[in-house]
């Protein structure tokens, strides 16, 4: 797995066309990281419209966008709803049921845009319940904390990021239906044998 790079303060990564249908990534110096902040979460970004172009480029349910939007706001230790006190600064202390609760989504509403960011690299799992999300595309923290999380993240051998074009995410539900699929289908054909049964000698009555 490609390892990726190291941000620095001062630097930033940002994301340009090729005009051949791919994007070219690079590091550039910058003044500063851009600084966001609302009533309920603050923290660096690094090239935040980029991020929210490719939010709102990708076809995909409206939930899955607001599972991401409340994991973002998630970082920020003084968010509601989320006990920073069980996770290290820099991570989240989630579950799949709290996240029902903020986004007031079923549980399978909630489930499928997991899988999906942690797919593309967007999120991963420290341990049971404490979620990363990528240090390269938001963090709640000092560009310090920033550098710092990215080098536990390539530690860890976290999944490579990707910027998925508009249709990926109706690619990757396509691919894992065939892929359940053909899986129920695989279950099904398998040969079942029958054992016969042992027939007991019978036991004489007692006189």
Not at 73 to 88: F, L, S
Not at 110 to 124: D, N
Not at 163 to 186: G, H, L, M, S, T
Request: glycine share 6%; charged share 25%.
């Amino acid at each position: 797995m490609e390892q990726l790079p190291v941000v620095r303060p001062g630097q930033r990564v940002v994301a340009r066309s090729d005009g051949k249908g791919g994007m070219v990534v690079s590091v550039e110096k910058i003044q500063g990281r851009e600084f966001a902040v609302s009533a309920e979460v603050k923290g660096y970004v690094l090239d935040a419209r980029l991020l929210m172009d490719v939010l709102g480029s990708l076809k995909m349910p409206g939930s899955w966008f607001q599972v991401w939007c409340k994991l973002v706001a998630a970082q920020d230790p003084a968010y509601h709803g989320v006990d920073r006190t069980k996770a290290p600064r820099g991570y989240v202390r989630i579950n799949q049921r709290d996240l029902q609760k903020l986004c007031s989504l079923s549980a399978a509403s909630v489930s499928e845009p997991m899988q999906f960011f942690h797919h593309i690299g967007w999120a991963r799992t420290a341990k049971p319940g404490v979620l990363q999300l990528n240090p390269w595309l938001t963090v709640a923290g000092t560009s310090a904390e920033q550098e710092q999380w990215q080098k536990e993240w390539n530690a860890a051998e976290g999944p490579a990021c990707i910027i998925p074009a508009p249709d990926y995410p109706a690619e990757w539900r396509a691919a894992r239906a065939k892929a359940k699929k053909e899986a129920e289908v695989a279950r099904r054909s398998e040969k079942v044998v029958t054992l016969s049964r042992r027939r007991l000698p019978a036991r004489k009555a007692s006189a």
